[in-house]
């Protein structure tokens, strides 16, 4: 039977994070799972050949960045309808039914669920905000899943195949052919990042990426830059004597 939805999923190194996502979306009626792994360094190629034996997964390979992964993705697609995810992030209960009935009822081109983040009030906070600015601009980030129809997503052009923020200009695009609505339905993302880097730090270098996107700066320096800060951990806050 031809799904009438496609789950993209990209992943690269992680191996260390497990696959809570894919045991919550696999083995749904209707609905292909495409894995598109980016060549990792550590064992996730291995740890996911188990699940592309899985009825409706399809496992293929393709080189980063991510946005190469994704267009793959939707080329390799056969449903109607798409759905991207983030490998770290967790739908909440109903998110199938939310996305069919989007698929039927909004006139809106292309939906988005509403960002959760687990780790207290300040990331509560956070996810608020992020909220927030996705309704009024109609620009989610990929952490908040996007769906749309096959055939939008290939009029829109498709993922831009940038170093990084493919998410935000696909965002940009779909708007020449009208609004993106937020489901008030959650999708829990990982705080890893947050929490390696300090919220506050996460919070302006994301916005430091925005405006040099719209300056125009070299998006691969972006992601150079973006590689050092992560792997650059907050200093761990000073003990008073």
């Given at each position: 039977?031809?799904?009438?939805?496609?789950?993209?999923?990209?992943?690269?190194?992680?191996?260390?994070?497990?696959?809570?996502?894919?045991?919550?979306?696999?083995?749904?009626?209707?609905?292909?799972?495409?894995?598109?792994?980016?060549?990792?360094v550590d064992a996730t190629w291995e740890l996911l050949q188990p699940w592309g034996q899985k009825p409706g997964v399809r496992l293929l390979q393709v080189p980063a960045p991510r946005s190469s992964q994704l267009h793959q993705g939707a080329l390799a697609a056969q449903g109607d309808f798409l759905l991207f995810l983030h490998a770290d992030s967790r739908l909440e209960p109903g998110w199938l039914e939310a996305v069919q009935a989007f698929t039927l009822q909004s006139q809106a081109v292309a939906g988005a669920f509403s960002l959760r983040l687990e780790g207290g009030l300040a990331l509560a906070c956070y996810a608020w905000f992020a909220n927030l600015r996705a309704r009024w601009f109609g620009l989610p980030y990929g952490d908040q899943g996007l769906f749309l129809s096959r055939l939008t997503y290939f009029k829109a052009g498709g993922f831009p195949q940038l170093p990084l923020m493919e998410d935000f200009a696909l965002s940009r695009l779909l708007h020449r052919f009208g609004p993106i609505q937020i489901l008030p339905l959650g999708i829990w993302t990982s705080n890893r990042r947050y929490l390696r880097l300090g919220l506050w730090r996460s919070f302006w270098f994301n916005q430091w990426m925005v405006w040099g996107f719209f300056r125009g700066k070299d998006l691969e320096q972006l992601r150079l830059q973006y590689q050092s800060v992560k792997l650059t951990p907050q200093a761990p806050a000073k003990k008073s004597p």
């Open positions: 039977m031809t799904p009438w939805l496609s789950l993209i999923i990209p992943l690269r190194n992680e191996a260390d994070h497990g696959f809570a996502l894919l045991e919550q979306v696999t083995g749904q009626p209707g609905v292909e799972v495409i894995l598109v792994e980016g060549f990792s």
